[in-house]
């Protein structure tokens, strides 16, 4: 089943939201300073600034194949279902997790953009375009690749004693190796339990969001069918 103009129109659309969104919110990330979240020159340290860049390079080749006319092919869909639940955690960790312990200083420009903007338009963008990819319950596991990856550099770097900020060796406090909850502790207030609890918690969720968006992603296939001319005629 091929695209439609529409489809093709809205999918180019969201994809320069991501890409501009993405670009504007890591330079103003960057050029924050070390006194603002993720700011200054470790900006690339935080799995935030990774994902955004992920998914929009995602899209800048989605771009280049429509604009090409050739079909994208079934690992190009697997590697943006991948940065969908990826970007999908970086939007939901910092609504629900990291900007109620930052308070009003959380939604600021920078972190609307790469936290809000991009995932809305990355998962939309998704679920736009995946309808005529052949993406399977077996790529699902692919999902926990990223952040796991992410959680062994942060780990590494802990131990190593990298600074994500000033004085602080850990980019998030759910991986504070340190924290009085510490590996398999429990705290009553933050981190509230330790660090592989997290880690696991984690994978979990982006195992369900994985099962969740190709349910979603089979009703529109289903809804995609029912409307095409061929179906309609039988």
Known sequence: MKPSDKAKYLSILLKLIVILAAAVGIYRTATAGRGSFMGGSRVFMF?????????ALIC???????????????????????????ITL?????????????GSHAW????????????????????????YGTLQKRHIPLVTLPPLAYAIYAGIGYLAGWEFLKGVRYPYFFLNWGS?????????????????WWILAILVFLLGIGYGYLAILDLLKKRA??????AKQG
């Open 180 to 196: 009085p909850a510490g590996a398999f502790g429990f705290t009553r207030g933050l981190p509230f339990m330790g660090t592989v």
């Open 225 to 230: 069918y029912r409307h095409r001319p061929e």
């Open 47 to 55: 799995f935030t600034i990774q994902s955004n860049i992920a998914v």
């Open 60 to 86: 800048a080749v989605g771009l280049w194949l429509l604009f090409r006319h050739t079909p994208p092919k079934t690992v190009w869909y697997v590697i943006q279902f991948v940065g969908a639940v990826s």
């Open 108 to 131: 600021n420009v920078q972190n609307v953009l790469t936290h809000v903007v991009v995932p809305v338009a990355a998962v939309a963008d998704f679920f736009v375009t995946g309808v």
């Open 90 to 102: 970086t939007g939901v960790v910092f609504a629900f997790v990291l900007a109620p312990t930052l």
